[in-house]
């Protein structure tokens, strides 16, 4: 069974401002962990994967995330966020025919 | 252009009622999904499809009934709809089911059940 947990539902900062989204799973084998990105009304849309090989994926948009075995995390961070990057932000798990299995969401506000 | 199509965006269906949900994929894929989101629950897998085959269904109830007459449609049929199926439904696509294949999603359809 896999699980993936996002510990903060709400994250804010200001333009320009570095910002780590956090997430971390359980598993029971070979997994892929993925991020998401929602904007309001829309449906989501891919930002970066990881599978094996180098822990920090780089993703579109300045977004790169590090997996680490350890902790069973795999974080999301920018160095310097920007308004439109104001959404809901989902991790997510699959594995067995590619079912993703969805953390609840990091909905982040950027102010101005 | 959207790469895949849903309809209708929104949807209002009174208790008891059957609606039908519809995506088209214009992404040449071979694998479908339909995955819903609701206030009570985070984005929850529903089924999967591979050449027009149900591969998964993670649905508990058989209201939920999808539908595939080609290729690069998967629709969503739900009878008895009941308050607390309302939720955006949302279909995505990939390639095949190889673990990791990126996915594709639709914009969703909004249901509300009176």
Partial sequence: ?112 | DPKIIQKPKYLVAVTGSEKILICEQYLGHNAMYWYRQSAKKPLEFMFSYSYQKLMDNQTASSRFQPQSSKKNHLDLQITALKPDDSATYFCASSQDLAGGSDYTFGSGTRLLVI
């Fill in chain 1, 1 to 112: 069974t896999q699980t993936v947990s996002q510990s903060d539902a709400h994250v804010t900062v200001f333009e320009g401002d570095s910002v780590e989204l956090r997430c971390n799973y359980s598993y029971g084998g070979s997994i892929y962990l993925s991020w998401y990105i929602q904007h309001h009304g829309r449906g989501l849309q891919f930002l970066l994967k990881y599978y094996s090989g180098n822990p920090v994926v780089q993703g579109v948009n300045g977004f790169k995330a590090e997996f680490s075995k350890s902790d069973s995390s795999f974080h999301l961070r920018k160095a310097s966020v920007h308004w439109s990057d104001s959404a809901v932000y989902f991790c997510a798990v699959s594995a067995n025919y590619n079912v993703l299995y969805f953390g609840s969401g990091t909905k982040l506000t950027v102010e101005p």
